[in-house]
Structure formats: structure tokens, C-alpha cells
Nanobody, 122 residues
Framework: QVQLVESGGGLVQAGGSLRLSCAASGRTFSSPIMGWFRQAPGKEREFVAAIHWRGFSTHYSDSVKGRFTISRDNAKNTVYLQMSSLRPEDTAVYYC???????????????WGQGTQVTVSL
């Protein structure tokens, strides 16, 4: 089992920045891929970014590439999502997930956090 707890969401003006954190505990070695997804009201869950715990492989959606950065701190078992140049369309609940394959597909992600709300105002 892997437990994931997100933090860092909030309200920010367009053009601003936020950093989300995801603290992982449990059998993290069994799910070496950490991903961020988001879901806006009335929309499907959308891939944002993913990273491998033991390497430098990362993957971003086109909608956030160049604005968001995913990183990890293995000593703290924590993954971060630094979000810059935020837009109103980035408003969503952001979820952290742990899985087995570096992919934008949510299916291989076995464990999910409870989500943290990010709201970007004009």
C-alpha cells in the first residue's frame, strides 16, 4: 500500500505561482512513478505531469509544458509540482498518484491522494 497526501493548493491570481507537494509513505518502491492529474468541474480527469522516483525521466502534458515543473525529494519521499504563469483554465482539483508506468494514462496509477483545490482568478 502507498499513502499519498497533497498540500499547497489555494487561490492565486492569473500569472501567479503555486507549489503543490505530495508526501508519500508505505511501499513506494512498488510504485516508482509519481504523477499529477487534475479535474475541473464537469470535465474528465486530465494528466499534468509525471516523474520516476529513481531517475530523471519526466513527462508533461502540452497544456502545462514550460509553465509547470515536477520534481522529487527522495529523502523526504515527496514530489512537488511548481506551477507558474497560472491561468484561469488551470483551476481544478489536483491529485497526486503513484503507479508503475510513466504515462499520461491514469489506468496504471494504483494509488491516489485526496486532492487539493487550485483556483486561479482573473
Amino acid at each position: 500500500q502507498v499513502q499519498l497526501v497533497e498540500s499547497g493548493g489555494g487561490l492565486v491570481q492569473a500569472g501567479g505561482s503555486l507549489r503543490l507537494s505530495c508526501a508519500a509513505s508505505g511501499r513506494t518502491f512498488s510504485s516508482p512513478i509519481m504523477g499529477w492529474f487534475r479535474q475541473a468541474p464537469g470535465k474528465e480527469r486530465e494528466f499534468v505531469a509525471a516523474i520516476h522516483w529513481r531517475g530523471f525521466s519526466t513527462h508533461y502534458s502540452d497544456s502545462v509544458k514550460g509553465r509547470f515543473t515536477i520534481s522529487r525529494d527522495n529523502a523526504k519521499n515527496t514530489v512537488y509540482l511548481q506551477m507558474s504563469s497560472l491561468r484561469p483554465e488551470d483551476t481544478a482539483v489536483y491529485y497526486c498518484a503513484a503507479g508503475r508506468i510513466l504515462t499520461a494514462d491514469h489506468t496504471p496509477y494504483d494509488y491516489w491522494g485526496q486532492g487539493t483545490q487550485v483556483t486561479v482568478s482573473l
